[in-house]
């Protein structure tokens, strides 16, 4: 019931959103402001047609190798950051400094160290996508309850058990909570490695399609960022629901008796 | 200590120490303890509060290593869990992981000795079907109240086989009725498995109601203050065995073993 409610809403109000545009823009006389008709034609022949090799699928796919390296690296090393307080004290002042340089700044030393093209695009993207998941992560492998690991020593489980009957599980909402914003910081890191450095991408694109005035280009741009990141925070969505329905009814659980 | 000449000991605590920390903080939480448990046996160890019932427990489990002397399950010497022995917590809401249902819960220490997948199966049911829960497999553990939890958890260490069934005041947190039931099946259990049973408990009346052998400690740092052997006709019954004029008798005399060692523990430890 209360699902169905919020699918509406969410059908809802973009179906107004893009009404409005489309019947204000429509006998829009700005360059800046193309009607919507036209902006969409554009949308369809650049994104299904004439960019869709070019431009679309190269920076859909730097994104999802820069996401899914960053999540594995930052899974694994933020695992033993939690694991081993040694580590964690020696390791964190580096990557708390390197974390709090922006992606943007870090473009030309990836130009340098990769030249353009895939391996720097992606290098970049896992970059960002690394922090929300090492940070995350270590938290969530810090937080596991000390009963959970008394009850995997008495009954004799390795430590390769521990690490992925107990402890990952365990760690799993922290871990997907990271995983929400890290998605947010590689879709920015995708465009802004293809604004700064590449001759192609939906960064590019825009940029290419604004510094040559072709403006409803420029906008098809923009609606399809906005639409890839709806359909990534989606996917994410969906996953994490599957994952994490062990997560909500405990919580449920836990909270009710302690109300009681 | 407790004569058993005859029968095998299954359990040994030897001369058992523990000091936590060094120098001036050090705390010695057990002086030192000795004795032994027979095969099939049931023994409760009670206490006065805080005199380190869950220490002495988890030097037994091998979750701790004692400062001064050594625990031995069927004759070897206690350096890391044994795999002939379960231990059951007190906290079942915590020692039940969220993530799996109640078969994953029971099967999981299975599965980490590389059981083979049918014979896990054929041992999570028996084990469920033990302790009445049979069928519920699939559900979640916070799908279930208390007692049923602490039933699964009881579940897991069957499915486990072990020699010895450890339990760290696994009623202590249950409502009165849940906590009768849950007594009735250990007895239950044990006489259908003839597993050995060390139960540690601060409710006296619990401890003469299961055991064959009440295990009086003393306050910090740990002793032990004598041992009781319960004659009690089995098998036990909540109404007539705590009617009994030799339960009451028993129950009075640990009450006073205790109340002469200080303040009973009402909360754990």
Known sequence: MMRFGRFGIGLIVPVVFFSLWWVLSENSASPYFPPLRRTLAAFVEIWFFSRFFTDLLPSVSHFLSGLTIGVVLGVALGTLMGLFPRLRRDVSPMTEFIRAIPTAALVPLALILFGTGFAMETFLISLAVFFPILVSTTAGVRSVDQVYLEVAQSYGLSFTDRLWRIIIPAAAPHILAGCRVAIAFGLAATVIANMVASGSGLGFFIVDAQTSFRLPDMWAGLIMIGLLGYLANGAFVFVEHRLLSWHRGWRGATRAARAE | ?269
Not at chain 2, 79 to 107: I, M
């Open chain 2, 1 to 269: 200590m407790s004569g058993s000449q005859q029968s095998t000991p299954i359990l040994e605590v030897r001369e058992l120490g523990v000091t936590y920390g060094t120098g001036r903080s050090a705390v010695e939480a057990i002086g030192e303890l000795s004795f032994s448990v027979d095969l099939g046996e049931f023994v409760c160890i009670v206490g006065p509060s805080g005199c380190g019932k869950t220490t002495l427990l988890k030097s037994i489990a091998g979750l701790l290593i004692p400062t001064r002397g050594a625990t031995y399950v069927a004759g070897k010497r206690v350096d890391g869990p044994p795999k002939n022995l379960a231990l059951v917590f007190q906290e079942y809401n915590r020692s039940l992981l969220p993530w799996l249902t109640v078969g994953g819960n029971v099967t999981f220490p299975l599965a980490a000795q590389n059981v083979p997948k049918s014979e896990q199966i054929d041992r999570c049911k028996a084990a469920l079907a033990e302790v009445g829960l049979l069928g519920f497999d699939e559900k979640y553990p916070w799908q279930l109240s208390g007692g049923m939890q602490q039933r699964v958890a009881i579940a897991r260490a069957l499915a486990y086989e072990p020699a010895v069934l450890l339990m760290d005041e696994p009623f202590a947190s249950l409502d009165a009725q849940s906590r009768a039931d849950l007594e009735d099946l250990v007895l239950k259990v044990q006489r259908d498995t003839g597993l050995t049973v060390v139960f540690v408990t601060h409710d006296i009346d619990e401890s003469v109601y299961e055991a064959d052998r009440v295990i009086v400690l003393t306050q910090r740092p740990t002793t032990i203050r004598q041992v009781l052997k319960i004659n009690l006709p089995k098998p036990r019954d909540q109404i007539t065995t705590k009617a009994d004029p030799e339960f009451v008798r028993l129950r009075t005399e640990v009450l006073t073993l205790i109340k002469s060692e200080g303040r009973l523990d009402a909360h754990g430890e």
